[in-house]
Nanobody, 127 residues
Framework: QVQLVESGGGLAQAGGSLRLSCIVSGLTFKGAAMGWFRQAPGKEREFVASINWNGGSTVYADSVKGRFTISRDNAKDTQYLQMNNLKPEDTAVYYC????????????????????WGQGTQVTVSS
């Protein structure tokens, strides 16, 4: 059974930082590209960042580029999202996702390319 469990969400002030973690079990983590998505109230889920199987390639949404950093530790089956200089518009539920289908080791930006999802963790940024 594949499980993705996020942690690290919470309340931060604008300009502050948070670090999200996602522990994965039930799949070969070191072979799978990973991603982070978010969904704000009343909005569609949107792509945030993705990292390939060995961490050598990353891609970010323009809205977070230069502020967020995605990383992974294959020895710990864990991926991270370091979020700096947070803005109120970053407020959302953040979801960890793993690629499981064709090309699963490569980065992707579409939610349909990710076959396994966590339950989400709330991030709230106050102004």
């Amino acid at each position: 059974q594949v499980q993705l469990v996020e942690s690290g969400g919470g309340l931060a002030q604008a300009g502050g930082s948070l670090r999200l973690s996602c522990i994965v079990s039930g799949l070969t983590f070191k072979g799978a590209a990973m991603g982070w998505f978010r969904q704000a109230p009343g909005k569609e889920r949107e792509f945030v960042a993705s990292i390939n199987w060995n961490g050598g390639s990353t891609v970010y949404a323009d809205s977070v580029k230069g502020r967020f950093t995605i990383s992974r530790d294959n020895a710990k089956d864990t991926q991270y999202l370091q979020m700096n200089n947070l803005k109120p518009e970053d407020t959302a539920v953040y979801y960890c996702a793993a690629r499981t289908g064709e090309g699963y080791y490569n980065i992707a930006t579409q939610s349909a390319d990710f076959g396994a999802w966590g339950q989400g963790t709330q991030v709230t940024v106050s102004s």
